[in-house]
């Protein structure tokens, strides 16, 4: 038995940034974030929290599959910029959608969230607990920079895109792996807070690492040799070439990231989906929106064999092999 992607969905907010948009409100230009980055334009909330991306996505899923809102046993939502702190956007979902027999949580692992998420509900159906899941990646990135920050600031977008699976006797997830390194969580932090109260000594001032903070350099060594290993890892344990991907699915985060990656791996650039020009990064939602326009596109048809991989703050990684 495996997991089969039955359908996918994506939503993005209608408002779109350019980059000449961002050179009015931080000091940069169109070429300086095109060069650097690939990045034209993004998404951006005039209000929309995440959940109202997760909901549109899961509706769009639940239309798209056939399937009835009470028909679903899992949600789970990647993402790290929820509404609350608690109840989870899972749980927010579920009443939206009136999935009133689903078992709803959230996972945090940064860019890599819809990765794991995957892994969860693959297990949890290859186990036989669960026929079928819906899962989500959801951002809304915006509320969580430091827009006077050039550096961070003109990479991010807001957005969520989604699949729904369900057990399947034919084709499926072949092969994946997840993994974590915790020694360079420093390197990509967002959200930070102190532990204040009225019996210690801190200060009220506000902490310049709750907006995303990120030492490029080092994301970049990591993601450029974690993807590549994790790829070739996967690759090798199926038994299945590099001619024999499709497309490969990486997380839209630079161009540049991309580019190294698809010459070590020795797969051609043209087989890497890319949509970051007009999305920028969506952190759990790049993944997800990319597969869904891949889909909507028609550019894969039953049987094709497709690599989803992408990295994140943790630091995290997590490839997964589909047979569509």
């Known amino acids: 038995?495996?997991?089969?992607?039955?359908?996918t969905g994506a939503y993005a907010p209608g408002q779109v940034i350019t980059n000449d948009d961002m050179a009015k409100v931080v000091d940069t230009s169109d070429e300086w974030i095109t060069q650097r980055t690939g990045i034209k334009e993004r998404h951006i909330s005039s209000g929309e929290n995440t959940s109202v991306l997760a909901v549109n996505t899961a509706r769009q899923l639940l239309c798209r599959a056939g399937k009835k809102a009470e028909d679903i046993d899992l949600i789970?939502?990647?993402?790290?910029?929820a509404d609350y702190?608690?109840?989870s956007l899972g749980c927010m979902v579920q009443k939206e959608i009136g999935a009133s027999?689903?078992?709803?949580?959230d996972i945090t692992a940064a860019c890599s969230g819809f990765m794991f998420a995957l892994s969860i509900a693959d297990k949890y159906i290859k186990t036989g607990i669960y026929n079928n899941a819906i899962v989500i990646g959801a951002e809304t990135l915006s509320k969580i920079v430091d827009w006077s920050d050039r550096s961070t600031c003109v990479l991010f977008g807001d957005g969520a895109g989604g699949a729904y699976v369900e057990k399947s006797q034919t084709d499926g997830i072949i092969?994946?792996?997840i993994g974590s390194k915790g020694e360079l969580y420093d390197i990509l932090t967002e959200?930070?807070?102190e532990c204040k109260n009225v019996f210690n000594d801190k200060k009220e001032e506000?902490?310049?690492?709750?907006y995303v903070n990120m030492n490029g350099r080092e994301v970049f060594k990591f993601a450029t040799k974690s993807v590549v290993k994790s790829v070739e890892r996967v690759l090798k344990n199926a038994g299945v070439t590099a001619d024999e991907i499709k497309f490969v699915v990486p997380h839209q985060a630079n161009t540049r990231i991309v580019d190294v990656i698809s010459n070590k791996l020795g797969i051609p650039h043209e087989k890497f989906y890319m949509n970051i020009d007009r999305y920028g990064n969506t952190s759990s939602a790049s993944i997800p929106i990319a597969l869904n326009e891949l889909n909507e596109k028609g550019l894969i048809e039953r049987g094709d064999k497709v690599i989803l991989t992408g990295f994140g703050g943790g630091m995290t990684w997590g490839t997964m092999l589909v047979s569509w």
């Open 85 to 87: 702190g608690t109840p």
């Open 76 to 81: 789970i939502i990647a993402s790290v910029t």
């Open 191 to 193: 959200g930070h807070t």
């Open 101 to 105: 027999n689903a078992v709803a949580f």
């Open 1 to 7: 038995m495996t997991t089969r992607i039955i359908a």
């Open 175 to 177: 092969e994946e792996e």
């Open 206 to 210: 506000p902490d310049p690492l709750w």
